[in-house]
């Protein structure tokens, strides 16, 4: 039995009213240079390129929007805050790989750019932490807030879902996960 339930939505929108509202990427590069995989995964920021290229001549974004609710049995397990972090990193990286081709097929019959959720975790580590070129160019593909998309106002105001977070004191009911295709 699964710890948790997911639902699925989606939703596209413009890029004319979706770039100017969401996409802030001075700010999200402020929120990614938080996170251990600032500057060692090709997947995030600090890019050699400008990041407003990602966005251009694109007419629409898909966005594929997934709540993780965990069950009550697995939020009555009272896990420490580390032991829950990890199992959120797993459950994370299990369900990105498992919509990983999905995603890629998608991304070619709309012939856009699939942004993921977080950092790419195919290769642990990453070539970027020894300054070598990525081992799977072909299948990494940049985090969707590591381009500038602000994922917690995005979700807020088209699926109605607040963010929740892990801190010490308390653990979420649900984790967030979007990603995207620019086409």
């Not at 990105?96 to 975790?121: H, Q």
């Not at 969707?144 to 602000?150: A, D, F, Q, R, Y």
Request: hydrophobic letters at 30%.
């Amino acid at each position: 039995m699964n710890d948790y339930t997911i639902e699925r939505f989606e939703r596209t929108v413009s890029m004319d009213e979706f770039y100017p509202k969401y996409v802030d990427f001075d700010y999200t590069d402020y929120k990614c240079s938080q996170c251990s995989s600032y500057e060692y995964k090709w997947s995030c920021p600090s890019f050699d390129f400008d990041v407003d290229d990602i966005w251009t001549g694109y007419d629409n974004i898909r966005l594929y929007f997934m709540k993780i609710t965990f069950t009550d049995e697995f939020k009555n397990k009272n896990l420490s805050y580390e032991k829950f972090r990890e199992n959120s990193r797993m459950l994370f990286q299990r369900e990105k790989r498992k919509i990983l081709n999905k995603m890629l097929d998608e991304e070619k019959r709309l012939n856009g750019l699939y942004l993921t959720c977080g950092p790419c975790a195919l290769c642990i580590p990453c070539e970027k932490v020894n300054s070598n070129p990525c081992r799977h160019p072909e299948l990494m593909r940049y985090a969707v807030e590591s381009v500038g998309v602000n994922v917690v106002e995005c979700v807020r105001d088209y699926f109605n879902v607040e963010a929740q977070w892990i801190s010490q004191d308390s653990r979420p009911d649900y984790h967030i996960f979007l990603n995207a295709i620019l086409y």
